[in-house]
């Protein structure tokens, strides 16, 4: 069922969100603005979050209501994928974030394995383009679309950053406890095939 109420709390939010967006009736935006509200009440009660952060991470965007972008750069070196250890819970994943406004994907692949891991990196091809919520990720408040991008290192030396504190190279048969938030141990298997296969066709939901 938490994957219901979410998902039903993610509906209402979206509708209303497009109704504001669109809608010129001063009483239907009064309507909308009541499903924000619900849909943040929804949240309020099934989590420990308070209502102000509910509403301001997952209730106050405007305009026509679409999915966020994760991009995360895949970086294989002697048969090994490059990762990096989140300092905010203390497990492995990808480089990558959010999509930056102004960058394409491929800019934003090579900035972030900088920021996050110290290497220069040029991006050489889409892996995957993922929906999070088919593929097995904590529940989350948005609808996320998940970019695989495979770069290729050009300099740089490891290092961590704000938002990592260690980098390192693993194999497959060797993977750290990983951040499910950002990725699964299914999805870097499935890097790993792209090692084994560069041919096989992008992945994508």
Known sequence: MTQKWLEWAKEIQAISQAGLAYSKDVYDKERFEQLRELSVSILHEYTDMEHEKIRTLFASDSGYPTPKVDVRGVVFQEEKILLVKERLDGAWALPGGWADIGLSAKEVAVKEIKEES????????????????????????????????????????????????EVGFFSENNLPELSLERNTKEQLQQMFEYLRNPAKDVWFD
């Open 118 to 165: 110290g290497y220069d990196a040029r991006p050489v091809r889409l892996l995957a383009v993922l929906d999070k919520k088919f593929h097995n990720h904590p529940p989350a408040s948005q609808h996320v679309y998940k970019m695989f991008i495979q770069c290729e290192l050009t300099g740089g030396e490891a290092a961590g950053g704000v938002e990592t504190s």
